[in-house]
């Protein structure tokens, strides 16, 4: 599964609704809702403690993101991150400073 789909299939890949010349706001919609539910609070605690998340939250609200923008922008990115170790068969392993 790419990592497009598995974004897809959790709703948290932003979505067009444009049409013509209208261009509105891209909107996360559809997907699992109770997978969507509990990766949101998985992701508020892993703001506070994980360096990875920490820093991507602040870099996007710093960046003047709503804080809830960047808290599925950063849900997204775990996603990436989980298919990519569940691709490759390796652990977690936090970044070394």
Request: charged fraction near 20%.
């Amino acid at each position: 599964m790419t990592n497009k789909q598995a974004s897809a299939l959790v709703g948290v890949a932003p979505i067009n609704r444009e049409s013509g010349r209208f261009k509105g706001l891209r909107k996360i919609q559809d997907g699992r809702h109770q997978v969507r539910t509990v990766l949101y609070m998985a992701m508020m605690s892993a703001i506070q403690s994980n360096p990875v998340f920490k820093s991507q939250y602040q870099k996007l609200v710093a960046a003047g993101k709503p804080k809830k923008v960047a808290i599925i922008a950063c849900v997204r990115k775990m996603i990436v991150i989980l298919n990519s170790m569940l691709r490759d068969g390796v652990m977690w392993e936090a970044p070394k400073v």
